[in-house]
């Protein structure tokens, strides 16, 4: 078994013991045992009531987070003509139409969010099987298949995290970075909490929030006091 490092064994240490944290203690605790070298991402999962095998208990949406995620998203659109000069106008990294298409069969996917008018749907929906499992997938429920392209690059770049349920009815985001201030990385962790809750679909019978938990991307987890974190 692998020696653990200095950095990890303090990390362990600092979490030992603790559990069901306000949202500002483990935000501190997070920052105060994240070392890495570089700016690492505060991770929030949420273990959810629910089946995704089920449609009616799928959960997904997209928020708006009050302080960004603090990182560059690369936004690829697909649109033409007035359409593709708003996007570009918008700051999308990424327009084209069945020359984007070929560029991303050939495997080239040099974007992190894909945006596409409602007319260019038949163009991508030949690319279900690439961008599907990458969660890549342009889709109507979270403002990706909208004529309104200004609205969803600059959405995109904006600070907007898309939320989908995984199979084992778990939410995993990034909600901030280690570098912002309590305050900020309090606000989106609770504004993460609240779409999720507010996404619960009709097919949820019992307890629908489970757990939520905290983490940086290099340290150890904790999990966090329900009524802390669905608190407004």
């Known amino acids: 078994m692998a020696k653990l490092g200095k950095r990890i064994k303090a990390a362990n240490a600092a979490f030992e013991g603790k559990s069901n944290l306000s949202v500002e203690d483990a935000v501190k605790l997070i920052k105060g045992a994240a070392s890495a070298k570089f700016d690492e991402t505060v991770e929030i999962a949420m273990n959810l009531g629910v089946d995704p095998r089920h449609a009616d208990q799928m959960v997904r949406g997209v928020v708006a987070l009050p302080n960004g995620t603090g990182k560059t998203v690369r936004v690829a659109v697909f649109a ?16 084209g139409a069945e020359d984007l298409m070929e560029t991303i069969q050939s495997g080239k996917i040099e974007f992190d969010r894909c945006i596409a008018t409602p007319d260019m749907m038949p163009l991508v929906g030949r690319l279900g ?10 889709n109507p429920k979270v403002g990706t298949v909208t004529m309104d392209v200004k609205a969803a690059v600059e959405g995109a770049k904006g600070g907007e995290v898309q939320f989908k349920v995984e199979k084992a009815g778990v939410i995993h985001a990034g909600v901030g970075k280690v570098s912002f201030d ?3 990385l309090a606000q989106n962790i609770r504004a993460f909490v609240d779409a999720v809750s507010k996404a619960k679909p009709s097919g949820a019978k019992g307890t629908y929030l489970k757990k939520v938990s905290l983490s ?11 009524a802390s974190a669905t608190a407004h």
């Open 80 to 95: 033409r003509g007035g359409k593709a000069d708003e996007a570009k106008a918008a700051g999308a990294d990424i327009v």
């Open 129 to 138: 099987k690439i961008l599907g499992p990458r969660n890549l997938m342009p």
């Open 182 to 184: 309590e305050a900020k």
């Open 216 to 226: 940086s991307t290099m340290g150890p987890g904790v999990s966090l006091d329900l």
